[in-house]
């Protein structure tokens, strides 16, 4: 499942591009797929990093100059209070925002997301 959403993100932006993942704790399977089967900048944050490699930042106060001019960013089970908080910081700085949530969450945004079934993976984009 992990290695399809990395898949589908690869296939959404050019080579070079900049991923962010937002709150990787210690799940880091996306991020470290994305980083040894593409080129592109995969940027790590969570409010409590669990190790070197990831960036610390916390989404409901962000640090722009980490999100600015990515093409995705993205969070695996965010809890439903960040949601809104990912998507102002993908609008501010133009970058789409996929939210992979729990089973049976809903997304909690004022902006409609839409849903994508993709091989063995259910996720939500803005826009």
């Not at 669990?50 to 990515?70: F, W």
């Not at 949601?83 to 969450?105: E, F, R, Y």
Request: hydrophobic share 40%; proline share 6%; net charge positive.
């Amino acid at each position: 499942m992990w290695k399809d959403l990395a898949s589908y993100i690869i296939k959404q932006c050019p080579p070079s591009a900049k991923i962010v993942e937002v709150g990787a704790g210690k799940f880091l399977e996306v991020g470290n797929k994305l980083q040894k089967h593409s080129k592109m900048n995969v940027i790590l944050t969570d409010i409590k990093p669990s190790h070197e490699g990831v960036v610390t930042d916390d989404i409901t106060q962000p640090n722009l100059k980490i999100y600015e001019g990515a093409c995705i960013i993205y969070a695996i089970r965010p809890p439903m209070e960040l949601h809104q908080s990912l998507m102002n910081i993908s609008i501010k700085v133009g970058a789409t925002l996929i939210i992979k949530p729990l089973a049976g969450d809903d997304i909690n945004t004022k902006q409609n997301m839409r849903l994508v079934n993709y091989e063995r993976v259910f996720f939500y984009v803005y826009p």
